[in-house]
């Protein structure tokens, strides 16, 4: 099913999750342990993230640099098809731009369609340093609206090679993200946000938002959105806090603010009680998020279910 026949049939706030490939080397058993633990909770679909392959700087034995590139974290396609035949729940690949032509893209999006896998999430993704050089007349997506579009071509059976007669169609539902506290490149968030309808209006049927830590600004988001006339569906993303490192390395990472109680009340914090103050977090987050009948939270969990598990536990009865 797609998500937005979940999200339409829902008669209650449903709950979703994003996971993370291992790294290159690793096994799928942490991994299923991660799906297992999290299965429980009848998740309608889960995200999981894309990487493209990285320039790796390594110095030489004269002294010199060389260069490597790496994907250190591959599998999306396999673990799409682990979570959608083994637990029967709807997998959610992210399709990115950097590092992937638009052939790659193409040829992605056909191996999807031929495990049964119907809804994609098509982000610009992080800038991994490498750039694949454009040659025999292969070509990139820049920005994730090109991404939607592409997609969307693909779904009227429109693909690169254009001599391809009576070309299957396909029927992807395609989700974007969307920045609460915008994107850093975005001059501002009114910019941010007529970037994103103009994502919607190339196809794409509902957001999920980058994490953030004060509802606020997710109710201001919102709202401006509605303003602009956009009517998709837009979905809460939630992280639960684990560590004193988080306090810097999130704000720096993903460009968003933690609130002062907050970042001050982990600061004073014994390092074993940073989770139990982030469950608690979280815990009051989506409390308010329920009242206001969102149409789904969406938990960034990554590979480690305990947080998750002891959130829900503490939520139970509520969701």
Known sequence: MKVIEHLDKAKETLISFEIIPPKRGGNVYGLMEVLDAIEKYKPPFIDITSHAAEAI?????????????KRKRPGTLGICALIQNKYKVD????????GFTKEETEDFLI????????????????????????RYGRSINNYAIDLVKQITDINKGLY?????????????????????????????????IRFTKQKIEAGAEYIVSQMFF?????????????????????????????????????PKHFYIDLPDELADEIASAKPEH?????????????????????????FYIMQNPEPITKLMNKLKGNI
Request: aromatic letters at 8%; proline letters at 6%; hydrophobic letters at 35%.
């Open 57 to 69: 700087y390594e110095e030489t034995a004269t002294g010199g640099f060389e260069v490597k590139i």
């Open 91 to 98: 997998a959610v690949p992210h399709v990115i731009c950097h």
């Open 111 to 134: 191996e999807l369609h031929y495990l049964g896998i119907d809804n994609v999430l098509a982000i610009r993704g992080d800038d991994s340093g490498f750039r694949k050089p454009i």
């Open 160 to 192: 690169l090679e254009d001599t391809l007669l009576d070309a299957e169609p396909m029927d992807f539902c395609v989700g974007i993200g969307g920045y609460p506290e915008k994107h850093f490149e975005a001059p501002n968030l009114k910019t941010e």
């Open 214 to 250: 004060d509802n606020e600004k997710f109710y201001n988001y919102e709202k401006l959105c509605r303003e602009e006339g956009i009517k998709a569906p837009i979905i809460p993303g939630l992280k639960i806090l684990t560590s004193k490192k988080q306090v810097n390395t999130i």
């Open 274 to 298: 940073v989770l139990d103050i982030g469950i608690e977090w979280t815990y009051k987050q989506v409390e308010e998020l329920l009242n206001k009948n969102v149409p789904a939270v969406h």
